[in-house]
């Protein structure tokens, strides 16, 4: 057998392969070799409906966004300001860009709807 014989440019599948399978795409634009990117859509298509207001729900949904706020960078979250110059340090010693981007708040606040009054009442004694 020679190779142009099974190896074809067609872009549709033969009978025997395409028949069994039901509502199949390939979407040329997005690569199967991005997980995140693969992740984001699946995630869009469970929304889609929604959004398309096809699905009969009336609940209002966040604001869809096509890139997540860490998108497919790696996220490193520290106890304290200590963390930040290991980072710079790692970065250099493995050779990468030596960028990072903070994208919270530098101390841990709580937000304004936390109860800040216990409660329980304090104890007495005996």
């Known amino acids: 057998m020679r190779a142009r014989e099974f190896i ?4 549709k599948l033969p009978p025997e392969q395409a028949d069994p399978m039901n509502h199949v795409f390939v ?5 199967s070799s991005d997980p995140y990117q693969i992740y984001r859509l699946g995630v869009a ?5 929604s959004d398309a207001g096809t ?24 106890f304290n300001a200590n963390v930040a110059p290991a ?5 250099k010693m493995a050779g990468l860009p030596v960028k990072k981007v903070q994208i919270s708040t530098p101390n841990s606040l ?15 004694g005996y």
């Open 45 to 49: 298509i469970a929304r889609a409906r």
């Open 110 to 124: 709580e937000p304004a709807l936390v109860n800040h009054t216990s409660p329980v009442k304090p104890f007495r």
């Open 27 to 31: 979407l040329p634009g997005v690569s």
């Open 87 to 91: 980072i710079d340090h790692a970065l």
């Open 55 to 78: 699905d009969g729900l009336t609940d209002k949904l966040p604001n869809w966004s096509a890139q997540a706020a860490f998108g497919e960078d790696a996220v490193i979250a520290g």
């Open 8 to 11: 074809t440019e067609e872009t």
